[in-house]
């Protein structure tokens, strides 16, 4: 449904699992206004600086807008019969498991459910699987193995509830900001509630904490061994709990007993005095919550550590109560409505399993289909090895990029690329996925499309259109319904709109339902059209036959848990064997998110305040690991495994461990040459959950020698073919690019027009010092700047936001132009440096100059410059700007 410019939409964003709601005006002209909504209750009006930025982002730049069959323009009816008649041929010739679909946390749940129905229920094959796998698999494995069920039995009120919040395996501060607000918000009112953040790398998270236990990779399962056999020596088992609504707690004690601090903390890489700190707050606070996310989940082991972590929280009681509970937070931001809807390849529609026969049968029934996919399908990183050695023969990757984000990355795409036939829904013309694909499907976006997530804390919101589907896009789940016509089920697809899927569903959450399974939401099964459009956000369970809700959703403070017995299973988990590392590397490789971007920027890449933050791939790396490399600050470092290798940018930091590389997952070669990070991960895998283990690979790591280094900004899109590093960002008024050459270059002039994408005649402003290998040169169109490019023997020097600025100033007055030259401002101009608060635009000399002036709070500091005022993200990253300044002003 399009609206009239100047109505108001409350939707939900886009990106991370808080599910925010978002006031999104449409504007006379097309423009669009994002504001928090202050009346839904994951964020009570806040935004981060991603969320902020939403409106930045649905232009139709670079997007998808008509079917294609092998690279030319199709009709959707020619397009989908051939992939009908494709996946039939398949199913016809090597069965249903030759088919299959890979799907994406950024589908709504009306999409998720119409592709697993026809998935499971009438291909007859269990081959879905999700990028979901690698976000939060481990966890929906340990609420399994645990509660019988994948609940998440608190609500995010309790992270401020809470006494004692501990972090772990979570960057809240950059991952999840609108929750790290909350609990700042909460600690700052209760100054005595206790934060620890369990992190290798002292993140921006760690400006909250009271405590930050810097953590060997992996080292969890001991860290909570050790607390859960603290709480039992200690007298802090809660016996009634226990005994009334659990089982196996002497098993899960025996393995925790089996080691001493000594051992623990050989194990964590902590010291018994840390250790000791940690177990005596846990202890200590009745009011505790455990908060875990990829850290956690993606881990060779990572079902065990969630086991681990619930574990305590079963021994002490300390689940479904105000302020208790563990709490896996996803990533994505419908990663909990695929769970529901069953896109996981090991799980049935509606948290029914796959494995339980009485389940089979029971949703067949309800889908009257005439097959139901009898054991579990392949999981991500086994679905593209199959996919590698022939057995799969047609797949549809619907809103993923996995030629990016899967581990052994490479290995991936060229498994793509030998697939005999791949089909990719999306709402970009231009991915390093969607360059495989025999067909191309166009996909609405953000904004255009309508329908339901769920968040972490099992909340349904609904995302509203509010702008028109653009050229011949459609929705994800009208592709599958018509798709799945096309395979000879008419009935079984032929929904009217997303409501009528949102119907079916909630009735199969509700069918034969006695309250022997979480989910149920049968009161939405009866909803109408205009219902749908009204839902208010809620939390789930919201039965038919109980239409008082209750206003406390939390589960197990009472036991009722979903195994047989009802009773929550302790898991006798160990610690992980350690693995002899044969690569001769003895580095390793962590990998995740930075705050301004998401997933594989083919959205907040669009933004240039969200690019203006970090612009560049980037590693991190301790000092005395670059002392011991000889790597300085600004180098270019080349990262790489057996599998690959990436060029990015050294960035020397304590906050990084020594021995450990941190680098982001966001860049692709759409914005690098060679920064695609999850191809230097190996397909490890947790052994219970499948999820890959894409936070701990052994690399290696070197100095990349480049003879020359430059840096350009540009109103045309640099080409950037000739140079041997390159990654560029989206500014106001064009590109910026950093390069570098590893050869000598006999043409800089060409080079300059090449890169620039300027006629070889164009008249140039030229600068070059031999004697300092400084070389500039600049293009001006009238009044204009064209573009700017600095080369330099050593990383070059320019002030880079404001030269990227020059892209929109008036140069009537030509002596001006010399300042472009110069790459810096005037003495007498204001340079802002490094973005820090995208939203409001300051950067780090603006802050650091109030400081000196006298600032010495975020506070006053945000009232001198305006930083943090709007969404609140960059606050961390102020904190350590003030801290760093302060500590040199007294030295
Ligand atoms: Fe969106 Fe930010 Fe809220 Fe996450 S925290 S849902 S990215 S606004």
């Known amino acids: 449904m399009t609206r009239t410019p100047g109505t108001t939409v409350k939707t939900t964003c886009p990106y991370c699992g808080v599910g925010c709601g978002v006031l999104a005006t449409l504007e006379e002209g097309g423009a669009v206004t994002i504001k928090g909504d202050p009346d839904h209750p994951a964020n009570f009006g806040r935004l981060c600086s991603k969320g902020s930025a939403l409106g930045e982002t649905v232009d139709l730049d670079g997007r998808l807008l008509v079917p294609e069959i092998d690279g030319s323009r199709a009709s959707w009816d020619d397009a989908l019969d051939l992939v009908a008649a494709k996946f039939a041929e398949a199913i016809a010739e090597h069965g249903p498991d030759s088919v299959a679909f890979y799907v994406s946390g950024q589908l709504l749940t009306e999409d998720y459910y119409v592709a697993n129905k026809l998935m499971k229920g009438f291909i007859g094959s269990a081959n879905i699987d999700t990028n979901s796998r690698l976000c939060m698999a481990a966890s929906v494995a340990g609420h399994r193995r645990a509660f019988g069920s994948d609940t998440v039995p608190g609500t995010y009120e309790d992270l401020e509830l809470a006494d004692l919040v501990v972090l772990t395996g979570s960057n809240l501060a950059w991952c999840h900001p609108v929750l790290y607000q909350r609990i700042a918000a909460a600690k700052a009112a209760r100054p005595e509630m206790r934060i620890v953040l369990i992190d290798p790398r002292r993140t921006m998270t760690a400006d909250l904490a009271d405590l930050h236990l810097p953590i060997a990779p992996d080292g969890d399962v001991s860290l909570f061994l050790g607390l859960l056999a603290h709480l039992a020596d200690n007298g802090f088992v809660d016996e009634a709990y226990v005994a009334a609504h659990t089982s196996g707690i002497e098993q899960a004690l025996d393995v925790a007993r089996a080691q001493d601090l000594k051992d623990l903390a050989a194990q964590t890489g902590l010291s018994v005095t840390q250790l000791e700190q940690f177990y005596a707050l846990w202890a200590g606070a009745e009011k505790v919550v455990t908060v875990y996310s990829q850290g956690v989940n993606q881990s060779r082991n990572g079902t065990d550590k969630v086991n681990a972590i619930i574990n305590c929280h079963l021994a002490t009681g300390r689940i479904g109560r105000p302020g208790m509970g563990p709490f896996s937070v996803t990533g994505q931001p419908n990663a909990m409505g695929g769970r529901e809807v069953g896109g996981l390849a090991n799980t049935l529609a509606a948290h029914m399993e796959i494995e339980n026969p009485v389940h089979r049968d029971r949703v067949q029934r309800f889908w009257k289909s005439p097959v139901i996919a009898q054991k579990p399908g392949l999981k991500a990183v086994d679905l593209f090895q199959a996919m590698g050695d022939g057995r799969i023969k047609a797949l549809w990757i619907m809103a993923t990029n996995p030629v990016d984000s899967m581990p052994d990355a490479g290995a991936v795409e060229a498994a793509l690329a030998a697939c005999p036939f791949v089909v990719v829904s999306d709402i970009m013309a231009e991915t390093d996925t969607i360059r495989h694909a025999h067909v191309k499907l166009p996909s609405l976006g953000w904004g255009e499309k309508d329908g339901t997530v769920t968040n972490s804390e099992r909340r349904i919101s609904r995302q509203r259109a509010f702008l028109a589907a653009p050229g011949e896009a459609r929705a994800d789940w009208w592709q599958m319904a018509e798709f799945g016509k096309r395979m000879g089920h008419s009935e079984a697809f032929d929904f009217a709109g997303p409501a009528a899927v949102m119907r079916e569903y909630a009735a199969q959450t509700a069918f034969e339902n006695n309250g022997t399974r979480d989910l149920d939401i049968g009161a939405c099964a009866d909803m109408d059209d205009q219902a749908y459009d009204d839902l208010q956000p809620f939390?789930?369970?919201?039965?038919?036959?109980?239409?008082?809700?209750?206003?406390?959703?939390?589960?197990?403070?009472?036991?009722?848990?979903?195994?047989?017995?009802?009773?929550?299973?302790?898991?006798?988990?160990?610690?992980?064997?350690?693995?002899?590392?044969?690569?001769?590397?003895?580095?390793?490789?962590?990998?995740?998110?930075?705050?301004?971007?998401?997933?594989?920027?083919?959205?907040?890449?669009?933004?240039?305040?969200?690019?203006?933050?970090?612009?560049?791939?980037?590693?991190?790396?301790?000092?005395?690991?670059?002392?011991?490399?000889?790597?300085?600050?600004?180098?270019?470092?080349?990262?790489e495994?057996?599998?690959?290798?990436?060029?990015?940018?050294?960035?020397?930091?304590?906050?990084?461990?020594?021995?450990?590389?941190?680098?982001?997952?966001?860049?692709?070669?759409?914005?690098?040459?060679?920064?695609?990070?999850?191809?230097?991960?190996?397909?490890?895998?947790?052994?219970?959950?499948?999820?890959?283990?894409?936070?701990?690979?052994?690399?290696?790591?070197?100095?990349?020698?480049?003879?020359?280094?430059?840096?350009?900004?540009?109103?045309?899109?640099?080409?950037?073919?000739?140079?041997?590093?390159?990654?560029?960002?989206?500014?106001?008024?064009?590109?910026?690019?950093?390069?570098?050459?590893?050869?000598?270059?006999?043409?800089?002039?060409?080079?300059?027009?090449?890169?620039?994408?300027?006629?070889?005649?164009?008249?140039?402003?030229?600068?070059?010092?031999?004697?300092?290998?400084?070389?500039?040169?600049?293009?001006?169109?009238?009044?204009?700047?064209?573009?700017?490019?600095?080369?330099?023997?050593?990383?070059?020097?320019?002030?880079?936001?404001?030269?990227?600025?020059?892209?929109?100033?008036?140069?009537?007055?030509?002596?001006?132009?010399?300042?472009?030259?110069?790459?810096?401002?005037?003495?007498?101009?204001?340079?802002?440096?490094?973005?820090?608060?995208?939203?409001?635009?300051?950067?780090?000399?603006?802050?650091?100059?109030?400081?000196?002036?006298?600032?010495?709070?975020?506070?006053?500091?945000?009232?001198?410059?305006?930083?943090?005022?709007?969404?609140?993200?960059?606050?961390?990253?102020?904190?350590?700007?003030?801290?760093?300044?302060?500590?040199?002003?007294a030295e």
């Open 539 to 639: 939390q789930w369970p919201r039965p038919a036959r109980d239409m008082s809700i209750s206003p406390d959703t939390r589960f197990f403070a009472n036991g009722g848990f979903f195994t047989p017995d009802r009773l929550a299973r302790f898991v006798a988990v160990a610690p992980p064997q350690t693995v002899p590392d044969r690569t001769g590397h003895r580095f390793t490789l962590n990998t995740g998110r930075i705050r301004d971007h998401w997933h594989t920027m083919t959205r907040t890449g669009k933004s240039a305040r969200l690019s203006a933050h970090i612009a560049e791939p980037f590693a991190e790396i301790h000092p005395r690991d670059a002392k011991l490399l000889n790597i300085g600050t600004a180098d270019l470092v080349r990262v």
């Open 641 to 889: 495994s057996a599998r690959g290798e990436v060029v990015v940018r050294a960035l020397i930091t304590d906050r990084q461990r020594e021995g450990t590389i941190f680098v982001p997952m966001h860049w692709t070669d759409q914005w690098a040459s060679s920064a695609r990070v999850d191809r230097l991960v190996a397909p490890v895998v947790d052994p219970v959950s499948g999820q890959p283990a894409l936070k701990n690979t052994t690399v290696g790591l070197s100095r990349f020698e480049a003879s020359c280094y430059g840096f350009v900004v540009s109103r045309n899109k640099p080409a950037m073919l000739r140079a041997d590093y390159w990654a560029m960002a989206r500014t106001v008024a064009g590109w910026r690019a950093e390069f570098a050459l590893a050869g000598a270059q006999a043409d800089i002039r060409d080079l300059v027009c090449t890169l620039l994408g300027l006629d070889p005649a164009t008249p140039l402003l030229s600068l070059a010092d031999p004697r300092s290998g400084l070389t500039r040169y600049a293009a001006f169109d009238g009044v204009r700047l064209v573009g700017a490019f600095y080369l330099s023997d050593r990383p070059v020097s320019v002030s880079r936001n404001w030269a990227a600025d020059q892209l929109e100033q008036d140069f009537a007055n030509l002596s001006s132009r010399w300042q472009v030259i110069a790459g810096r401002p005037a003495s007498d101009m204001p340079d802002k440096g490094a973005i820090v608060c995208a939203c409001m635009n300051v950067g780090i000399n603006d802050i650091v100059g109030a400081i000196r002036s006298g600032c010495s709070s975020v506070d006053t500091v945000a009232t001198t410059t305006g930083a943090g005022t709007n969404c609140g993200s960059c606050k961390a990253e102020i904190r350590g700007i003030l801290h760093e300044h302060q500590i040199i002003a």
